[in-house]
């Protein structure tokens, strides 16, 4: 068959596949073709040369499939192409690229920051409320209604004022705004790399500017004396809840997070263990807690206001155990621990400390005296780095007796100290390694 052919039905239904991609001509028509894949899928095309004299190349621009595009619609669709090209010397396939280009460039900061934690959503990225409040309270007011390819330098640094501004007149404010302005443009920068990924933007606006942020690290470690205050006058001082969630975390030196979310399930009373699964910690690490005396109290105790709900430390505000338990409970919020401490810091008389230093303290006086830091570190749950197999799977129950160890020796400091009837009979650091040492827990 000639490759030259009138287009009608009952000749293009007739075309045959073979075993190479076939393009038929359209009798009286220059650059209109029917392309057939070997699959026997029929396609419209227009073959068209652009460039200047010097410099030609042939272009292809696919019409539509038949059937579902008429050779009627193709026809047209072929004659408007051919006006562009050769009356008014237009390129279609170039004005069909910079149009796609162009929609993909139209996203609004708004728009994509919708993509993005819907993309995070899916990759289950840990935190992501705290990226979509952020976005919400500064990035979106400044920047939302601009185009991704329009963001400056001088925006990102708009935002960062803003949080420095607002800081001045809160008194709470961490390091006035420096550490809210560090997590800020943190998660900014990762927006605008999820953008560069998909070519959207050429550059990341967040990478321009000198930041005014500033580390929200600490090293705050209470003293004896502090954590005697500590123990011995919290659960006067705030609703029983939320008194025992923070003796909890001391307790155990686990993060907020996890104790605000701790489960009925995840305690394995015939093991004295709390098993966290790897989607409930920050590192992603499977994390088996031995619970000491303490803690289990503390979880017994706590079972009067909780039990019928999922959560340990549900949020309730109960002064005494109720009749009737609820089981909607909600678990703590965010805020509870914090703005627990921050009002009675003035009763219990300790000077800027906040929930996660009750963690960290745990951890210094444990290795204080004698305990190796690798029990620390093992405790924290910190990651060192170890992504294999076999570190996160075969490995998961190796550590427990090394655990089990820093929760016992931490327990028996503890006592050492709370519960003296008054600060002057708490123990100095000398005295108090002597009796860990003829305790023989080291």
């Known amino acids: 068959m000639s490759n030259t052919i009138k287009f009608i039905d009952s000749i293009i239904r007739n075309l045959k596949p073979t075993d190479k991609r076939q393009s038929y001509w359209c009798n009286g028509c220059p650059g209109f073709c029917i392309r057939i894949t070997p699959t026997g899928t029929k396609t419209f095309a227009f073959k068209y040369m652009s460039g200047n004299l010097n410099k030609r190349k042939s272009c292809w621009i696919t019409i539509g499939k038949y059937p579902e595009w008429s050779i009627r619609k193709a026809r047209t669709e072929y004659g408007r192409l ?35 934690l819907e993309f995070s959503r899916l990759k289950e990225k840990k935190y992501l409320c705290e990226e979509e409040r952020v976005f919400n309270l500064d990035v979106i007011p400044v920047i939302g209604n601009k185009n991704l390819h329009d963001v400056l330098p001088d925006d990102i640094d708009k935002i960062q004022r803003r949080i420095l501004n607002r800081a001045k007149k809160t008194k709470s404010a961490k390091r006035g705004g420096k550490s809210a302005v560090k997590n800020s443009l943190a998660y900014t920068r ?28 600490r090293d705050r470690v209470l003293n004896f004396e502090e954590i005697w205050k500590f123990w011995n006058r919290i659960e006067n001082l705030v609703p029983p809840v939320t008194a025992k969630a923070l003796k909890f975390e001391f307790a155990t030196m686990q993060r907020s997070k996890e ?49 019928a709900s999922p959560y340990i430390f549900g949020a309730t505000r109960a002064k005494f155990p109720p009749k009737d338990k609820r ?9 509870a621990l914090p703005q627990a401490i921050n009002r009675t810091r003035k009763e219990l008389e300790i000077d800027d400390f906040c929930p996660h230093d009750l963690r960290r303290t745990g951890a210094t006086w444990i290795t204080a005296v004698g305990l190796p830091k690798l029990y620390a570190r093992l405790m924290l749950n910190h990651s060192d780095g170890d992504r294999d197999v076999t ?11 090394e655990k089990q160890r820093a929760a016992k020796v931490w327990e ?16 100095t650091l000398d005295k108090l390694r002597e009796r860990v040492r003829d305790s023989k827990l080291l």
Request: glycine share 2%; hydrophobic share 30%; with cysteine.
């Open 190 to 217: 990762q927006f605008f790399n999820l953008a560069m990924k998909k070519k959207l933007i050429k550059s990341n606006p967040v990478l321009e500017i000198e930041s005014l942020g500033q580390s929200g690290s």
């Open 82 to 116: 051919y006006e562009a090209v050769y009356e008014y010397g237009r390129d279609p396939k170039e004005e069909i690229k910079a149009e796609k280009e162009k929609q993909k460039s139209s996203y609004t900061v708004e728009e994509f920051i919708q993509y993005y």
């Open 327 to 335: 089981e909607d409970l909600e678990p703590l919020s965010r805020f």
């Open 391 to 401: 570190g996160e799977v075969y490995v998961q129950y190796s550590y427990d007796f």
């Open 259 to 307: 104790v605000r979310n701790m489960l009925y399930s995840s305690y394995k009373e015939n093991e004295n263990v709390w098993h966290m699964k790897k989607e409930d910690t920050k590192n992603n690490k499977m994390h088996r807690v031995p619970l000491n005396d303490y803690a289990l109290s503390i979880i017994e105790s706590v079972s009067n206001y909780t039990s």
């Open 412 to 427: 028996f400091i503890l006592d050492q100290i709370v519960t003296c009837k008054s600060i002057d009979e708490i123990p």
